[in-house]
Each structure stands twice: as structure tokens, then as C-alpha cells.
């Protein structure tokens, strides 16, 4: 007994409703005949006879579908029959908003199309009628609407048959002998060896199909459903490269989106307790010992330590909380009035923190709040095509996939202030040491974006990164016109500028690139009204010295994990508090290409 593939099937037939009843929302109609279907295999006929069709899964609430689409279940199966050589089902629709809306094109004979989903256990091949199969033994699964009938000849059982998804089989007449004593020479046809070594070919191709699609889905975790869903339905290994690079993509815009979204350090509170919030009471609370005066900055406190776990010795700073938007009390210059901010920027302590940051300015991504390590998917080498001859084959080339993983690097700073600014009451004298401690961690954290060595506790930043562009000055500290066009190619060469491009560099070199001519007669300057090459030039000392930088910054990702913690330590002689400033932070480049260096 032999076996052939078929996998799932279907076949259309025209609606033909032999009852409706608008009022339970049911149609009874015709849903498979013993008409031959033209298949990859031969004609196939499904007896109708009651022994042959198994009813059962039809008969236990199966779904009525559209288009055969699993996830699209328009209504469902109340009872199925087999009678007159013919397969009738009553199908009740939903009353989603789905199921109405292709239950009133059938009302209104605008879908006439019903087609059935099957599987095929046994056939038998009927002897002397060429390529005819009858399925003795076969199961519908499923019935659906459809807007256009499918071509039988390449439907879902053609695309399926050697895929091992359901093997059916086939019952062979015996072939009689016949004898005849003639000279002329017979020749043989092995038809059995022919049939086995294309099942044992098609067995070859399935077991490649599905090596190739566990290799791909093994380089990253979030591709093992797709890759099961892929053996299952017998996607071939193109389309499953197609849509893994679609589910990477999500992916990692997901991920983006959780760890942004996700901020422990965040506390929900109305405009009027914002305004109750006082940075100074908090500290002179910690730096005594004694709460009994700050006890709603007590519960905020709290309120962050019971999601990042609890300080060492000091108080977190809430993300959210816009002391520059205070009313200011102000008197007389002398007594205060000189401490007024004009046109402060920061809304919160993290936007005022990325205000201060000339890589957020860019279009870094500042993920704040994280909690543990970070791992983003990315794609690191895209599905390579190729030209082939007619009937060549093309060198496998799928995608490889990677991630960007970041973990917590410790940042501690301090600020000092004064006895006398410590009995300020003044908000505005608050708003004043809250951008000192916003520029302190920015100054630090710009720094590592940009020159982090990855080593002695830093992170990794640009210049740092591996695979990046890179462009050597033949003369240091003073590129020639021709070298910086150099460090543009470097990006440009590779595709990937995936962003608006930015310049990057130290005050000396910036200064330099001012005065420095790009040829002998035109008068012109590699540097230009803040712009190289068309694209703004940033200046900022947390460049290293000599050093100049091109990219997309939105493929830069600054990390922050927790909250800003605050200790305080007081001196006995002279009053001055001292403010210890911790928080944890890593650096990450999504795509190292779309930067370059030139130095």
C-alpha cells in the first residue's frame, strides 16, 4: 500500500441555499458533490457514500470561516448530513460585526460561493480510467465562504503534497500479467521506483526546508512560534525570511516601547502635589535624620523604593516632578531675586536631564526606569537575492538576527551647596540646584554616548563601538576638506543612513574646521554657519579631543535603570551639604554602521 501527501484540501461549489431563516440568523446549504477535482495526483472523486465520510468534527460545533482563515470565524456549524450523493450543512453567522457583514452579502446573493476543508485518509485508484482517485475515507473539518473560487489545480492540497503535513493512502488495483508471444521487445517501467524516489526526493526537500527554518529561528527566541507555525503550514524558507524579518521589526519596537513605557521612577501625582514636592526638604530630612516635616516627600519616596527596592541611605527623586514650573516668590534682587530662572526648560527631572544632553537633542532614545538587563532584537545581516539563469537556483541567503543587549553601568556624582542656600525656602533656588544635578549626570552620560571606552566601569560609546566608520586624519587635529567628505562615505557606502545625519566634535577641532579652507580659490570653509557638508555640526566637551563623529543618532540608545538615588552628607564646620548622586546607566548602538569617526 502506498501513500501520497495530500495535506489539507478544499474545494469551492456555488452557494445553493435550500433554507433560510433571517430570524436565527441559519442558511442550509450544499457544501461538496462527488464532481472530479483536477489534483496534482490525478482526478479526485470524494464518495459520498455514509461509510466514507467521516462527520463528526463537522458535527461538533465545527466553524464556518472566511476564506479558510483560521483567526476569521465568521459563524459556525449547527448539523452537516451526507444525502443524495451530496454533503448539506445548516450554518448559523455571528452577530460580530464580521459575521454581519458577509451574512448580509449572502442575503443580498452578492457571496454565492461556499467551499469546504477536508482531509482525504484513504483513496482508492480506480483501475482502467487513467489517473482517477476515489476517497473512501475522507473528513471535512471546516466550512467557508468565499468571494472567488479557487483553481483546484494549484490549491492548498497542490502546495501542500510534499510537505508531510498529512499523508494519505492509496489503494492500488492489482496489474495483471499479460503474455504475448510476439518478437517485439518490451521495455518494463518500474513505476513503484518511480514513485518512491520522487516521495524519497520530496522527504529530502522537506527535511532542508525544515533544517533551514530551525537554523534561522534558533538565532533568536522570539522566532520559535513562527518557525512552528511555519512547519506546520508549510511555508516555503523564502517566505518564512520575509516574515521573521517582519517579526524582528515588531520586535524590537516593542521592546522599545515596554522599556520606555515602563518607568518605576515615575509617581502619579495632581499639579497641586507637585507643588507641595520640595527637593530642599527632602534633603535637610536626610541629611538630620528626621521626616517629621517632609512626610508627603517621605511617601514619594516610598512610593518609588517599593518598585526599585530600597535605598542604601538616602531618597529617590522622583522622574515627574516640574519644580522650574513653579510660581516663583521673589523680593529684591539681593534677597533673592537675582535666583529667578528665565525661560527654564526642564518640565521634569528627566526632560530637563535630556535638554541637557547633546546626543538626546540628536535624537538619541532615552529609555528611562529599566529594570533589568536589556536585550533588543536587530537584524544584523538583511536576506541576500541574487540574479540566477533560468532554472538556476540561488545561493541561500537568509537574514541573521542579533541583539542589543545593555546592563547597568553604576554613575555617581555630587553637588555641594551652602549653609545659607540650604535655608532658602525659595522654589526658584530649588529649580537652580535641579538643573546643577540634571547637567552633572548629563555632562557624564553625553560622555560615555560619545567616547565611553567600555572599559574601567564605562560604557561603550560610539567611538568605542565596533563596526563603526573610520576615518584617519593625516595631519591630527586638522582634517583636510577632502578626509571629512571621507568619514560622510563611510556611512553613506554601507546604506546606512537611517536618520537625519548630525555632526559631532570637540570645541578645538570644531574651532579649527571654522578656519579651515576646502581648497586654494574658493574662499569657502569646511565649516560653515554650524553646518559640514549640509548636515549641523554640535560642539560639546564631552568629545574627546581630535576626535569628530557622523550618524543617525536615533539608532543611539541611552539606558537608565531605577532612580536617581540622593545621599547626603553634612559638615560639622562649615554646614556645607554635599549631595551624593547615584543612578545606573549603559549605552547602545543599534545599527554601528550608521556612524563613523574621524579622527
Same mark, same amino acid.
Not at 452577530?95 to 443580498?108: A, F, P, T, W
Given at each position: 500500500?502506498?501513500?501520497?501527501? +495530500? /495535506?489539507?484540501?478544499?474545494?469551492?461549489?456555488?452557494?445553493?441555499?435550500?433554507?433560510?431563516?433571517?430570524?436565527? %440568523?441559519?442558511?442550509?446549504?450544499?457544501?461538496?458533490?462527488?464532481?472530479?477535482?483536477?489534483?496534482?495526483?490525478?482526478?479526485?472523486?470524494?464518495?459520498?457514500?455514509?461509510?466514507?465520510?467521516?462527520?463528526?468534527?463537522? @458535527?461538533?460545533?465545527?466553524?464556518?470561516?472566511?476564506?479558510?482563515?483560521?483567526?476569521?470565524?465568521?459563524?459556525?456549524?449547527?448539523?452537516?448530513?451526507?444525502?443524495?450523493?451530496?454533503?448539506?450543512?445548516?450554518? %448559523?453567522?455571528?452577530?460580530?460585526?464580521?459575521?454581519?457583514?458577509?451574512?448580509?452579502?449572502?442575503?443580498?446573493?452578492?457571496?454565492?460561493?461556499?467551499?469546504?476543508?477536508?482531509?482525504?485518509?484513504?483513496?482508492?485508484?480506480?483501475?482502467?480510467?487513467?489517473?482517477?482517485?476515489?476517497?473512501?475515507?475522507?473528513?471535512?473539518?471546516?466550512?467557508?465562504?468565499?468571494?472567488?473560487?479557487?483553481?483546484?489545480?494549484?490549491?492548498?492540497? %497542490?502546495?501542500?503534497?510534499?510537505?508531510?503535513?498529512?499523508?494519505?493512502?492509496?489503494?492500488?488495483?492489482?496489474?495483471?500479467?499479460?503474455?504475448?508471444?510476439?518478437?517485439?521487445?518490451?521495455?518494463?517501467?518500474?513505476?513503484?521506483?518511480?514513485?518512491?524516489?520522487?516521495?524519497?526526493?520530496?522527504?529530502?526537500?522537506?527535511?532542508?526546508?525544515?533544517?533551514?527554518?530551525?537554523?534561522?529561528?534558533?538565532?533568536?527566541?522570539?522566532? %520559535?512560534?513562527?518557525?512552528?507555525?511555519?512547519?506546520?503550514?508549510?511555508?516555503?524558507?523564502?517566505?518564512?525570511?520575509?516574515?521573521?524579518?517582519?517579526?524582528?521589526?515588531?520586535?524590537?519596537?516593542?521592546?522599545?516601547?515596554?522599556?520606555?513605557?515602563? !518607568?518605576?521612577?515615575?509617581?502619579?501625582?495632581?499639579?497641586?502635589?507637585?507643588?507641595?514636592?520640595?527637593?530642599?526638604?527632602?534633603?535637610?530630612?536626610?541629611?538630620?535624620?528626621?521626616? +517629621?516635616?517632609?512626610?508627603?516627600?517621605?511617601?514619594?519616596?516610598?512610593?518609588?523604593?517599593?518598585?526599585?527596592?530600597?535605598?542604601?541611605?538616602?531618597?529617590?527623586?522622583?522622574? !515627574?516632578?516640574?519644580?522650574?514650573?513653579?510660581?516663583?516668590?521673589?523680593?529684591?534682587?539681593?534677597? /533673592?531675586?537675582?535666583?529667578?530662572?528665565?525661560?527654564?526648560?526642564?518640565?521634569?527631572?528627566?526632560?530637563?536631564?535630556?535638554?541637557?544632553?547633546?546626543?538626546?537633542?540628536? /535624537?538619541?532614545?532615552?529609555?528611562?526606569?529599566?529594570?533589568?538587563?536589556?536585550?533588543?532584537?536587530?537584524?544584523?545581516?538583511?536576506?541576500?537575492?541574487?540574479?540566477?539563469?533560468?532554472?538556476?537556483?540561488?545561493?541561500?541567503?537568509?537574514?541573521?538576527?542579533?541583539?542589543?543587549?545593555?546592563?547597568?553601568?553604576?554613575?555617581?556624582?555630587?553637588?555641594?551647596?551652602?549653609?545659607?542656600?540650604?535655608?532658602?525656602?525659595?522654589?526658584?533656588?530649588?529649580?537652580?540646584?535641579?538643573?546643577?544635578?540634571?547637567?552633572?549626570?548629563?555632562?557624564?552620560?553625553?560622555?560615555?554616548?560619545?567616547?565611553? #571606552?567600555?572599559?574601567?566601569?564605562?560604557?561603550?560609546?560610539?567611538?568605542?563601538?565596533?563596526?563603526?566608520?573610520?576615518?584617519?586624519?593625516? #595631519?591630527?587635529?586638522?582634517?583636510?576638506?577632502?578626509?571629512?567628505?571621507?568619514?560622510? #562615505?563611510?556611512?553613506?557606502?554601507?546604506?546606512?543612513?537611517?536618520?537625519?545625519? !548630525?555632526?559631532?566634535?570637540?570645541?578645538?577641532?570644531?574651532?579649527?574646521?571654522?578656519?579651515?579652507?576646502?581648497?586654494?580659490?574658493?574662499?569657502?570653509?569646511?565649516?560653515?554657519?554650524?553646518?559640514?557638508?549640509?548636515?549641523?555640526?554640535?560642539?560639546?566637551?564631552?568629545? +574627546?579631543?581630535? @576626535?569628530?563623529?557622523?550618524?543617525?543618532?536615533?539608532?543611539?540608545?541611552?539606558?537608565?535603570?531605577?532612580?536617581?538615588?540622593?545621599?547626603?552628607?553634612?559638615?560639622?564646620?562649615? /554646614?556645607?551639604?554635599?549631595?551624593?548622586?547615584?543612578?545606573?546607566?549603559?549605552?547602545?548602538?543599534?545599527?554601528?554602521?550608521?556612524?563613523?569617526?574621524?579622527?
Amino acid at each position: 500500500m502506498k501513500k501520497i501527501k +495530500t /495535506g489539507d484540501l478544499t474545494r469551492v461549489i456555488e452557494l445553493d441555499r435550500a433554507a433560510l431563516n433571517e430570524d436565527r %440568523r441559519t442558511v442550509e446549504m450544499s457544501f461538496s458533490s462527488e464532481e472530479p477535482v483536477e489534483r496534482w495526483f490525478g482526478d479526485e472523486v470524494l464518495s459520498h457514500s455514509p461509510e466514507s465520510v467521516r462527520m463528526s468534527r463537522l @458535527n461538533d460545533s465545527a466553524p464556518l470561516l472566511w476564506n479558510h482563515e483560521i483567526g476569521d470565524v465568521i459563524g459556525v456549524v449547527e448539523n452537516a448530513r451526507i444525502e443524495n450523493g451530496r454533503g448539506y450543512a445548516t450554518v %448559523r453567522f455571528s452577530k460580530s460585526q464580521r459575521g454581519e457583514e458577509v451574512y448580509q452579502d449572502v442575503l443580498d446573493e452578492i457571496i454565492k460561493n461556499v467551499s469546504v476543508g477536508y482531509r482525504i485518509h484513504e483513496m482508492n485508484q480506480v483501475e482502467d480510467e487513467g489517473e482517477r482517485f476515489v476517497a473512501s475515507d475522507w473528513e471535512p473539518h471546516e466550512i467557508s465562504m468565499v468571494s472567488v473560487p479557487a483553481d483546484q489545480t494549484v490549491g492548498v492540497g %497542490r502546495s501542500k503534497e510534499v510537505l508531510g503535513v498529512h499523508e494519505t493512502r492509496v489503494i492500488t488495483p492489482e496489474i495483471k500479467q499479460e503474455t504475448t508471444m510476439t518478437e517485439e521487445v518490451k521495455t518494463e517501467v518500474d513505476v513503484s521506483a518511480i514513485q518512491e524516489s520522487a516521495r524519497a526526493e520530496a522527504l529530502q526537500d522537506e527535511r532542508a526546508r525544515n533544517d533551514a527554518i530551525t537554523k534561522i529561528a534558533g538565532q533568536a527566541d522570539y522566532l %520559535r512560534d513562527l518557525a512552528d507555525e511555519a512547519r506546520t503550514t508549510g511555508m516555503s524558507v523564502a517566505q518564512f525570511n520575509e516574515k521573521a524579518v517582519e517579526v524582528a521589526i515588531a520586535q524590537s519596537k516593542r521592546s522599545q516601547e515596554q522599556v520606555i513605557e515602563n !518607568n518605576p521612577a515615575r509617581v502619579d501625582m495632581t499639579p497641586k502635589e507637585e507643588k507641595r514636592y520640595s527637593l530642599f526638604r527632602a534633603i535637610t530630612a536626610q541629611a538630620s535624620g528626621d521626616w +517629621t516635616e517632609a512626610g508627603f516627600e517621605r511617601e514619594v519616596h516610598d512610593d518609588i523604593a517599593g518598585r526599585v527596592g530600597p535605598s542604601s541611605q538616602g531618597f529617590y527623586l522622583p522622574t !515627574n516632578i516640574g519644580w522650574g514650573k513653579r510660581d516663583l516668590t521673589v523680593g529684591t534682587d539681593n534677597a /533673592g531675586g537675582y535666583l529667578r530662572p528665565t525661560d527654564h526648560m526642564g518640565d521634569s527631572f528627566i526632560e530637563n536631564l535630556k535638554a541637557n544632553m547633546v546626543t538626546a537633542g540628536l /535624537g538619541a532614545q532615552v529609555m528611562s526606569g529599566l529594570s533589568g538587563n536589556v536585550a533588543i532584537p536587530k537584524i544584523a545581516t538583511g536576506t541576500t537575492v541574487y540574479w540566477v539563469a533560468e532554472d538556476g537556483a540561488p545561493t541561500e541567503g537568509q537574514p541573521v538576527f542579533a541583539q542589543l543587549t545593555m546592563s547597568p553601568k553604576n554613575l555617581a556624582a555630587y553637588v555641594q551647596i551652602s549653609r545659607n542656600l540650604v535655608l532658602q525656602s525659595d522654589p526658584s533656588v530649588e529649580a537652580m540646584v535641579q538643573d546643577d544635578i540634571s547637567r552633572a549626570i548629563a555632562v557624564a552620560i553625553d560622555a560615555a554616548a560619545l567616547a565611553g #571606552s567600555g572599559s574601567s566601569n564605562q560604557p561603550t560609546g560610539i567611538i568605542s563601538t565596533t563596526g563603526i566608520g573610520s576615518v584617519s586624519f593625516s #595631519s591630527g587635529g586638522a582634517p583636510t576638506f577632502a578626509e571629512i567628505v571621507s568619514v560622510e #562615505s563611510a556611512i553613506t557606502v554601507d546604506n546606512a543612513v537611517t536618520g537625519d545625519l !548630525n555632526w559631532v566634535t570637540h570645541p578645538t577641532l570644531g574651532g579649527t574646521l571654522n578656519t579651515t579652507t576646502k581648497d586654494s580659490g574658493s574662499g569657502r570653509f569646511v565649516s560653515e554657519d554650524g553646518q559640514i557638508l549640509g548636515y549641523p555640526v554640535s560642539i560639546t566637551s564631552s568629545c +574627546t579631543s581630535g @576626535n569628530i563623529v557622523l550618524g543617525s543618532f536615533n539608532e543611539l540608545i541611552v539606558g537608565q535603570w531605577g532612580a536617581v538615588e540622593v545621599i547626603t552628607d553634612r559638615s560639622a564646620t562649615t /554646614g556645607q551639604l554635599t549631595l551624593g548622586l547615584h543612578t545606573a546607566v549603559d549605552i547602545g548602538v543599534r545599527h554601528a554602521e550608521a556612524f563613523a569617526k574621524g579622527a
